[in-house]
């Protein structure tokens, strides 16, 4: 049997997978669990703060966006030379 280098993998999931995830991916010796500390894993996530008013002229231009697109809802699609199926 050849030798593989290991590498490191993180699963991010549903926590209710967990379990019978890690269960079933080491029954089929696609890797050896190994259990981490918090802070550890903590430390390979970048936890990112957003202000108010971030998100607040995020959505204003989200919105301006919607209603900008709305203008074409409902009008012919490609050059108007045919009539367009719905």
């Not at 280098?5 to 089929?28: D, H, N, Q, T």
């Not at 050896?32 to 802070?39: G, T």
């Not at 231009?61 to 074409?72: C, D, G, H, S, V």
């Amino acid at each position: 049997m050849a030798l593989s280098e290991m590498r490191k993998v993180y699963i991010i999931g549903e926590e209710s997978l967990r379990e019978p995830l890690v269960k079933k991916l080491a029954e089929l010796a696609l890797f050896q669990p190994e259990e981490l500390e918090q802070q550890e894993i903590n430390s390979h996530f970048k936890r990112r703060e957003f202000s108010t008013e971030e998100l607040e002229d995020n959505l204003s231009k989200l919105n301006w966006t919607i209603e900008y697109l709305a203008q074409f809802d409902g009008k012919k699609g490609g050059l108007g030379l045919f009539p367009v199926k719905h």
